[in-house]
C-alpha cells in the first residue's frame, strides 16, 4: 500500500510545473542559502505570500524546495567563503575552509553536496515508511496527548538545546505570551491588547520570523563588518568524478552520521547539534583523526550528511503530528493552515495527493538539487562577490516586501523592523530563537488543547498522567525539563568534569 | 554584556508583570465551562517573572567581561538600522518601489561609497525589477505612492 501511495505521489510530483516549481525553489533557495541574513526559514517566509494563490502541492514543493536549496547553500559559503550561511553549516567550515585554501575546494563541494544528498535520501526513505504508520497511531490522540507532544517538543529544547536553559524556557514562554494576544476564540474576550486596536489581530508569526532571523541576522553581520575573502571554487567534472571515487572509503561516517541525522532531527532544533555531533563522532573514529580541523574531507562528509538528514527528518512531525520540528518547517505548517489544510494526522486520509506528493517531492527535488549545485556552483559562489553595501539594503527591502504581503499592512514592516531588534538583542544574549517562533506558531494549538483537556478532567493536571501514552510522553519531558539540573549532579557523581559547553542551538 | 543582560532581564520581568495584571483582570481561574481567558497567560507569565528574576540574579552575580556591543559595532548597525526607518516611514507616503531605492541608493552611496552611476542603476534596477515581479507576476500588491499613480496603478 506504501508503494502505490509513492507512485501516486511522483505522478504529482513530476508533472512539469510541479517539476518547475521545485527548480525554481532550489535555486531561490540556495541563493538565499548563500546569501548572509536570509535562510531557509524566513527566505520561505519572504515567499510564502507568493504561493497563496498556487495549488497547495505546488506550493508545498516551492517552499521545501527553497529549504532543500537553503541546506545545500549553506555548504558553499561555509567552504568557500569560511562564513557558515546557516548555522548547521557551522562545522563544515572547520575542515572545509581548510580544504578550500588548499586547492582542494572542489573536493571539498563534492563532498558537501553528495555527503548531503545521501543524508537526505536516507532520511526521505524513513519518512516514507513512517509518517503512515506515526500517522496512524497520531489519529488516535486526543487533546492530552497533543498537549504532552508540545509539552515534550519545547522540553527538548531546554534540556537537550544547550546554552542557559532558563534562557530557552524564556524565549519559550515570551512566544506562548505574544500568540495568545488579540481576540481569544473560546470567550470572544480581548487579551493583552489593552484597548489598543491593532493589537487585535495579534502577532503573527510570520512577521517575527523576517524580522527575527533576516533583519536579525543582517544587524548581526554588519556588526561583525562584513569581509569575504572567498576562495576559488575549483569545480570540474574531473574533480567530481574523482572525489566520488574517495567517497566510498568513508561509508562508516556516512552511516553512522546519516543515523545520528535522522534521530536529532526529528525532534525540534535537531539540524544543528546533529551536525557538531556528527563531527565529533567522525573525528573520534577517523584513521585520520589529526588530520581533522587540517582540511579532510571525512571532516567535511560527517556533517553535512547529518545536517540534511536531521534537515528533512524535521518534516516528519510536522506532517505527522502537524508539530513543526524546525523554524522553516513551522513556517511551512502556517503555510498549510493558510492554504486550507489542517496540519496533522488527518492530512493522510484527506488529503492523500498533497502528503505523497510532498513526500515524492523530497525524492525528485533533492535529485534534481544536487545536480543543480553540483552544476552551477561557480555562479553561487559569485553572489557573495556583491559588494555588502548593496546586499545589505536589498536584503532588508525583500525582508519589507514579505512581511507587508502576508496581511498588506504597513504596521506589519514596523513590526518586522522591531523583531529585528529583538532578534539582534537576543542573540547577543544567547536566548535562543527557534524556540521563540515555534511557541508563536503553536501557542493557539498548545492553548486549544491545554484546555480541552482540562475540561475532559475537570481541571485535574493528572490526566497527563493517567493516560498511557500522554502520560509517557509527559514522563519523558519532564525528564527533559530536568535534564540541566541532573546533568551537573550526576557528572560530579561519576567524577566528570561539569558544566560542558555545548553549542547553543540556532 | 553583564549590564545588558540585567537590563533585559528587567525588561521581561515587567513586561510578565503587564501581562499578569491583564490575566487577572481577566480571570485566570476555573469559569463556567473551563479554564477562564486569562489562565493561559497567568501561567506563562508567572514563569516569565520567577525565571527571569533567576537570570537577573545570575547576571548580577556573574563577571561577564566582554562588552554587549563596541562605538563602532553600534555605528555600523546603527547605520542599516536608521535609514531602514526612515525608509519605513518615507513608505507611508510614498510607496514601498520609490522609498525602497532612495534607501538602497543612500546606503550604497552614504556606506559603500559606491560610484554614481552604480547607485543610481542598482536603486532603480531593483525597484523596477521588484515592481515587475511582485505587482506583474505573482500579483501581490504592495504600497504604492503618487509616482505609480501617476503611472497609472
New interface residues.
Given amino acids: 500500500m506504501g508503494i502505490e501511495n509513492l507512485l501516486l505521489g511522483f505522478h504529482i510530483a513530476i508533472t512539469p510545473f510541479n517539476l518547475w516549481m521545485a527548480v525554481v525553489g532550489i535555486l531561490l533557495g540556495t541563493v538565499i542559502g548563500v546569501l548572509p541574513g536570509l535562510g531557509g526559514a524566513n527566505g520561505v517566509a519572504i515567499l510564502l505570500?507568493?504561493t497563496f494563490?498556487m495549488p497547495p502541492t505546488s506550493a508545498i514543493i516551492l517552499l521545501t524546495s527553497i529549504y532543500w536549496g537553503a541546506l545545500f547553500g549553506g555548504a558553499i559559503t561555509s567552504i568557500l567563503f569560511n562564513i557558515p550561511g546557516e548555522p548547521w553549516s557551522v562545522a563544515t567550515t572547520f575542515d572545509g575552509y581548510p580544504m578550500a585554501r588548499q586547492g582542494q575546494g572542489g573536493q571539498a563541494l563534492t563532498g558537501a553536496f553528495t555527503s548531503s544528498f545521501i543524508g537526505a535520501f536516507f532520511s526521505i526513505v524513513l519518512i516514507t515508511f513512517f509518517a503512515p504508520l506515526l500517522a496512524q497511531i497520531a489519529l488516535r490522540f486526543g487533546p492530552p496527548e497533543i498537549f504532552a507532544i508540545q509539552f515534550l517538543t519545547f522540553s527538548s529544547f531546554v534540556g537537550l538545546g544547550g546554552g542557559?536553559p532558563?534562557?530557552s524556557?524564556?524565549s519559550i514562554?515570551?512566544g506562548?505570551?505574544l500568540a495568545?494576544v488579540g481576540l481569544?476564540i473560546?470567550?470572544g474576550?480581548l487579551?493583552?491588547t489593552?484597548g489598543i486596536t491593532e493589537l487585535m489581530r495579534g502577532f503573527d508569526f510570520i512577521i517575527a520570523v523576517i524580522g527575527l532571523f533576516g533583519?536579525g541576522e543582517?544587524?548581526l553581520s554588519?556588526?561583525?563588518?562584513l569581509s569575504f575573502h572567498g576562495t576559488k571554487t575549483g569545480m570540474n567534472l574531473r574533480v567530481v568524478l574523482d572525489t566520488w571515487k574517495i567517497l566510498p572509503r568513508f561509508w562508516r561516517t556516512f552511516v553512522r552520521s546519516c543515523f545520528i541525522g535522522f534521530w536529532m532531527g526529528f525532534k525540534p532544533g535537531g539540524a544543528t547539534p546533529a551536525s557538531f555531533m556528527s563531527y565529533a563522532f567522525a573525528k573520534r573514529f577517523s584513521k585520520n583523526a589529526d588530520n581533522f580541523g587540517k582540511g579532510e574531507l571525512e571532516g567535511v562528509v560527517a556533517p553535512e550528511t547529518a545536517a540534511h538528514a536531521a534537515g528533512i527528518a524535521a518534516m516528519l512531525p510536522m506532517i505527522t503530528l502537524g508539530i513543526p520540528g524546525s523554524p522553516t518547517a513551522a513556517v511551512m505548517l502556517g503555510g498549510l493552515i493558510i492554504w486550507g489544510l489542517q496540519p496533522g494526522p488527518l492530512l493522510f486520509k484527506e488529503n492523500p495527493d498533497f502528503v505523497w506528493g510532498l513526500i515524492a517531492s523530497m525524492y525528485t527535488g533533492n535529485v534534481i538539487g544536487v545536480l543543480m549545485v553540483l552544476a552551477f556552483v561557480p555562479l553561487f559562489a559569485a553572489i557573495l562577490r556583491i559588494?555588502?553595501?548593496?546586499l545589505?539594503?536589498?536584503i532588508?527591502?525583500v525582508c519589507?516586501?514579505g512581511s507587508?504581503?502576508v496581511h498588506?499592512s504597513?504596521l506589519d514592516?514596523?513590526y518586522m523592523?522591531i523583531f529585528?531588534?529583538i532578534g539582534?538583542?537576543f542573540k547577543?544574549?544567547d536566548?535562543p530563537l527557534a524556540p521563540f517562533v515555534l511557541a508563536l506558531v503553536l501557542g493557539d494549538m498548545a492553548?486549544n488543547a491545554?484546555?480541552q483537556s482540562?475540561?475532559m478532567s475537570q481541571?485535574s493536571l493528572a490526566i497527563f498522567f493517567t493516560r498511557p501514552i500522554a502520560g509517557a510522553i509527559t514522563a519523558v519531558a519532564i525528564f527533559f525539563f530536568a535534564m540541566p539540573i541532573i546533568t551537573p549532579w550526576w557528572r560530579r557523581l561519576r567524577g566528570l568534569p561539569g558544566g560542558r559547553k555545548t553549542p547553543s542551538l540556532d | 554584556m553583564r549590564i545588558a543582560d540585567i537590563v533585559t532581564a528587567a525588561v521581561l520581568m515587567l513586561l510578565g508583570g503587564v501581562v499578569l495584571f491583564d490575566a487577572v483582570r481577566l480571570g485566570f481561574g476555573w469559569g463556567g465551562d473551563g479554564p477562564k481567558s486569562g489562565f493561559f497567560p497567568f501561567w506563562l507569565a508567572a514563569i516569565m517573572v520567577v525565571v527571569c528574576g533567576v537570570i537577573l540574579a545570575q547576571a548580577w552575580r556573574g563577571r561577564e567581561e566582554k562588552r554587549f556591543v563596541s562605538r563602532e559595532q553600534l555605528g555600523s548597525v546603527l547605520k542599516v538600522l536608521w535609514p531602514a526607518v526612515f525608509a519605513v516611514f518615507l513608505m507611508h507616503f510614498v510607496g514601498l518601489y520609490v522609498a525602497s531605492a532612495l534607501y538602497m541608493a543612500f546606503y550604497m552611496r552614504w556606506v559603500g561609497r559606491h560610484s554614481w552611476l552604480l547607485v543610481v542603476l542598482i536603486a532603480l534596477g531593483i525597484s523596477v525589477g521588484s515592481f515587475l515581479v511582485f505587482e506583474k507576476w505573482f500579483l501581490v500588491p504592495m504600497p504604492k505612492g503618487p509616482l505609480e499613480q501617476w503611472l497609472g496603478y
Avoid: S
Avoid at chain 1, 554588519?222 to 563588518?225: F, L, N, S
Fill in positions: 505570500p507568493v494563490t542557559n532558563l534562557k524556557l524564556v514562554v515570551i506562548f505570551i495568545t481569544d473560546v470567550t474576550q487579551r493583552l489593552f533583519i543582517i544587524l554588519v556588526e561583525e563588518g559588494p555588502f553595501a548593496i545589505t539594503p536589498l532588508v527591502v519589507a516586501i507587508y504581503a498588506n504597513m514592516i514596523w523592523l529585528g531588534v539582534y538583542v547577543k544574549l536566548y492553548e491545554l484546555r482540562l475540561i481541571g
